[in-house]
């Protein structure tokens, strides 16, 4: 059975980028007679704001969906710490204690989510105690899997390329927000019996290290669908950050407008976007 997912976080209203983001994965699990779950991914620290999953839930209603919710990540923090010991006691995760702007300055390539870790403390003999981050060894993780791959349904058969990463954060230095986005979402995919993870195509280079991730913890291996994007005017993806919600494309404020939903959920459909709204070229597209 198809079972996909739609995992927001509660920092910021959703906006149309969301809206598109979840009717695909509803789309495509209701096409296979399969299942459709949110999961709030409510780990953000102090950006987390608690009410606004009731606005999420709310908005989704809105555009006529129907989904099943799983526990939000909040509860699976003991899951984890334990993924996270188990990968310590393996030896594939080293403690670091740089800041970012030390990382800045010592970094020789830029990624995909920006410059790469240098790798300062790895092999570094210091006691991990008070504020360190856990970094991933991904060259010595990957040596013990062997080469990987993994499939996007949009993509095709890919060679898993961690590397473009690097040594990637899997346990934060902020105690209360302990696990990394990518640690994170490994294991709830895995918990909530996802088989296609469908996102945007902007967390396509984060699915190397989901699939490392995968491969050391055991996990079963998903199918990978990553969406074109909503862009603004500036040709920039519709997002939280950016106010896009503020920008008269948040889905609260167009539902309590009177807004159909269902009407604009089907025009997200068939690609009517409204003025100064564009969808980015997809993956299939690309050399
Ligand atoms: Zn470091």
């Known amino acids: 059975m198809t079972v996909t997912r739609f995992a927001p976080s509660p920092n910021g209203p959703l906006h149309l980028g969301?809206?598109?983001s979840a009717i695909v994965a509803h789309d495509l699990a209701k096409a296979q007679g399969g299942r459709f779950l949110l999961?709030?991914?409510d780990i953000d620290g102090a950006r987390s704001r608690p009410g606004l999953a009731g606005e999420f839930r709310a908005d989704l209603?809105?555009?006529?969906?129907?989904?099943?919710?799983?526990?939000a990540q909040s509860t699976r923090l003991a899951f984890y710490a334990e993924a996270a010991e188990r990968?310590?006691?393996e030896g594939v995760l080293y403690p670091c204690r740089c800041t970012r702007a030390q990382i800045v300055a010592a970094a020789t390539k830029v990624g995909p989510d920006g410059p790469v870790y240098p790798g300062t403390c790895r092999g570094a003999s210091f006691a991990a105690e008070g504020d360190v981050a856990w970094r991933l060894d991904t060259a010595e993780a990957l040596r013990r899997t062997g080469p990987l791959t993994w499939r996007d349904e949009l993509a095709g058969e890919q060679a898993a390329r961690p590397e473009l990463l690097g040594d990637v954060v899997l346990v934060r230095?902020?105690?209360e927000t302990p696990a990394s986005y990518h640690l994170a979402v490994t294991i709830d995919d895995a918990a909530d019996g996802v088989t296609l993870v469908t996102r945007g195509m902007d967390l396509f280079p984060a699915t190397h290290i989901h699939r490392l991730l995968q491969a050391l913890l055991g996990l079963p291996v998903p199918t990978w669908h990553h969406h074109p994007l909503l862009l603004d005017e500036t040709g920039h993806k519709l997002?939280?950050?950016?106010?896009?919600?503020?920008?008269g494309f948040g889905l609260a404020d167009r539902r309590r407008a009177g807004e159909d939903g269902r009407v604009r959920a089907d025009s997200l459909r068939a690609g009517r976007l409204p003025a100064g709204v564009t969808l980015s070229s997809g993956l299939e597209n690309r050399p």
Do not use: N, Q, V, Y
Request: net charge positive.
């Open 18 to 20: 969301h809206a598109f």
């Open 39 to 41: 999961r709030i991914e």
């Open 61 to 71: 209603a809105w555009l006529g969906l129907e989904w099943d919710e799983m526990p």
């Open 87 to 89: 990968l310590r006691s």
């Open 173 to 175: 230095k902020e105690p």
């Open 239 to 247: 997002a939280k950050r950016r106010g896009s919600a503020g920008a």
